[in-house]
């Protein structure tokens, strides 16, 4: 039997991987909220990001925490420009199209940096990396601490920037009533870019969350996105808020369920769980009704 | 007396805290134009699409020639005999007039040349022979009502939920559509609008109810509604028993 | 008949192609591309026709393979019956699929996402089910006889695909000309207006997928048939999904040849891109597939087709008429 303990480190584990996903799933959320679409092209951004931190780091030696300062802007321009001068543009209004073209962004970075870095896999070696805090039952292992303190700083930077900001009042004014938010003088098109830069930046910062435990190769971005469209359909799409809980819970979801059966059935168990989700509560756990 | 062509019977419908129908019963006789008028936001597209079916009422029933169909879906009401438009024109947008017709037609013709046959026809009947193969989306604003009735009517419905089709349409315009409308009562079509233009109102309906925060509040002949001042005012706004007398003068 | 005239000069023309004496080289370019084209096909009459936008074909693709391949070489299911089970099982997945999310009103990107997870569930689960041998993968035993649905001669695979090909076209053709289409067309222009006029739109969606998943199965039967391997990665990965809306989308979306020509044009310029970088450059085609699925989309929304038409339509002036409903 399982004693006590190995559950209480699989549940602890599960929240700071969580907070990982969390963060990740809050880009993709807050595009979903206001353009009211998915961006398929979040996981090869977040590869991307991840590359950029890696190469900070090998080339410069730039400490991924640091280089998160730096890329968090970086990614905020990258996705402001694809949204104004790409996805916008080039959807005409219609949903379908900005969906496909997501889809095509996404392919055209995975394979770009396919090209560029070949299919090899990469980590760096921080010397802090191994350093953490033992619990006795359970290990916390220092670069997931951070990764969870920082999706927290993250989040209550996005919900400032939300609530206290003209910006911030513009993007909800939209994500509401996109005409009504036109017919008083947003400028709608720049609105949407920023929140696609936001959500973008956010995967900018999780990229230097990950990099210290993770690795990364050209389609590595992928496994936390498909984790991340189930964590934004469970918190309600769109909800801030909900993507933070969500991303917890399935967190722990994930560590119990390859705790139990395995790592590959466990993903599994994601997917189930998000099938069931969409289908039964499309609005999310938490989400309002629509 | 002969069986109402539709029955509404104490129905209710809420969304979350707001009743947006409440206990609302009406009946539309066989061959009669009826009025829904009442103040914006008063329950009357809502209503609609109750008896349309694409909502679903929280209590009451809906009975079409006697039968219950309270919980039916909106694609065999149509099928049953009820056709609506919508108070925001829905074409659809990539097909021509021709195609938009078309789809209605289908309901009763399974073969193609028949559909496309009746389709033409009842494009003709509307005045939307010119048009028939231009886009949906190219119509005027005029165009698109006449469309939308003529999607409708190509399902050859017995019942006709007409919603605002005359808003929008100057007066030479609107002078144009209510002979069209009246036709196709004559042709033996209920008809039940909802309407702001109040002498088109006056004009066309045999019976008026009126809406209002979700209840009915009056009843009666165009006659009766006009010189009921205080249901006028209320309702209407300033001015509009004047309007409504004038109407009747005409 | 008259109707479906074009389709058959089409496929007569390209029937004449091995007699012209080309290259087993070009011919297996060929049969790739038809295969891209059937699976696009399959993702058209939902998507193109109906509007729903799935993200997850590779599921039907997969099943087809899997269950053409596991047939055969576990039940020992003579190779005819097991193609066709593949694509009766492709009906069945879209049946299932459709039945639940359509049932729960799942529109756009809701769709797109539920879809890719079905896909993704069965990629998971065939990489560690005993049944498709897990990370394996199947092998389906050479054995080059018409019994075995297995021929010396590519040019035979050839016509074999091409024949497939055919009776999509012509289910598409059908289907554009029937009631049925009306109506699917209706949904994918307007849900709401389509209900109000009779058009039972759950039923008409459901049709289309079951219909969608038989075609796009039939590339994954073919496949198996043709490469005798499969495993979970070439069979329900991403990239099938992905290719399933390309070429629809780049040859014209909603149009019967739109697969066909879209298969064509992807398929050449990754082989275009690949010559040119000598095969030393792995991702290359695909940066190219995405590039083209973003200009088309930018600068020719309903594909190559569509913009042809656009075009003579300028010249001639002439205006739309009742027979094509796109294009």
Known sequence: MLSPSILVAAIVNGLLTGALYALVALGLTLIYGVLHIINFAHGALLTAAMFAAYFAYRWFGIDPYLAAVVLAPAFFVIGYALQRFIVGPTSHGDDRNMLLVTLGLAVVIENALLFVFRADTRTIDLSYALSGVDLGFAFLPLPRLIGFGVTFVVAFALWLILSATDIGHAIRAVAKEKLGAELVGIDVAHVYAVTFGLGTACVGIAACLLIPSYYVNPSAGNAFVLVAFTVVVLGGMGSVLGALIGGLAIGVVESFSSLFLGESLGQIGIFVLFIVVLLVRPNGLFGAQA | MAEPVLAIERVSRRFGGLLAVNDVSLAARDGSITALIGPNGAGKTTLFALISGFLKPNSGTIRYHGADVTNEPPHRMARYGIARTFQIAQPFAGLTVHENILVGAHLRHPARRAAIAAAEQVGHELGLGARLDRPANTLTVAERKRLELAKALATQPTLLLLDEVLAGLNPSEIRDIVPVIRALCRRGITIVMIEHVMQAVMRLAEHVFVLAEGRIIAEGSPAQIAADPGVVEAYLGRGAAEKLGGARAN | ?327
Not at chain 3, 54 to 68: E, K, L, Q
Not at chain 3, 265 to 285: F, S, W
Not at chain 3, 287 to 294: A, E, H, I, K, P
Request: with cysteine.
């Open chain 3, 1 to 327: 008949m008259k109707e479906l005239a074009p389709v058959f000069a089409v496929v007569i023309a390209m029937a004449a192609v091995p007699l012209l004496g080309v290259s087993n080289v070009t011919l297996n370019f060929l049969v790739v591309a038809l295969i891209a084209a059937l699976a696009g096909q399959g993702w058209n009459v939902l998507g193109g026709y109906g509007g729903q936008y799935s993200f997850g074909h590779a599921a039907f693709f997969g099943t087809g393979a899997y269950v053409t391949a596991v047939l055969q070489v576990r039940y020992g299911v003579n190779a005819w019956i097991a193609f066709a089970l593949g694509i009766g099982g492709g009906a069945l997945v879209g049946a299932v699929v459709g039945g639940l999310t359509f049932r729960s009103g799942l529109r756009g990107s809701y769709f797109a996402l539920v879809t890719l997870a079905f896909a993704e569930v069965l990629r998971i689960s065939a990489s560690v089910a005993p049944i498709t041998g897990g990370g394996v993968g199947t092998l389906v035993k050479l054995d080059l006889h018409v019994v075995a649905l297995q021929f010396q001669s590519r040019a035979v695979f050839y016509w074999m695909i091409l024949a497939l090909v055919a009776v999509a076209l012509i289910v598409t053709r059908l289907i554009e000309r029937s009631r049925f289409g009306v109506w699917l067309i209706a949904v994918r222009e307007n849900e709401d207006a389509a209900m109000a006029l009779g058009v039972n739109t759950t039923a008409v969606k459901l049709a289309a997928m079951v219909i969608s998943g038989a075609i796009t199965a039939a590339a994954g039967c073919f496949y198996v048939q043709y490469f005798l391997f499969i495993d979970s990665g070439l069979a329900y990965g991403t990239w099938i999904s992905i290719e399933a809306l390309l070429t629809p989308i780049i040859g014209g979306v909603g149009t019967v040849f739109g697969p066909l020509l879209g298969a064509l044009v992807v398929r050449g310029l990754g082989e275009g891109a690949r010559m040119v970088t000598g095969g030393e450059a792995p991702g290359l085609d695909l940066v190219v597939y995405g590039c083209v699925l973003v200009l088309i989309i930018w600068f020719a929304p309903r594909g190559l087709i569509g913009a042809f038409t656009q075009l003579r339509s300028r010249v001639m002036g002439s205006a739309g008429i009742v027979e094509t409903s796109r294009g």
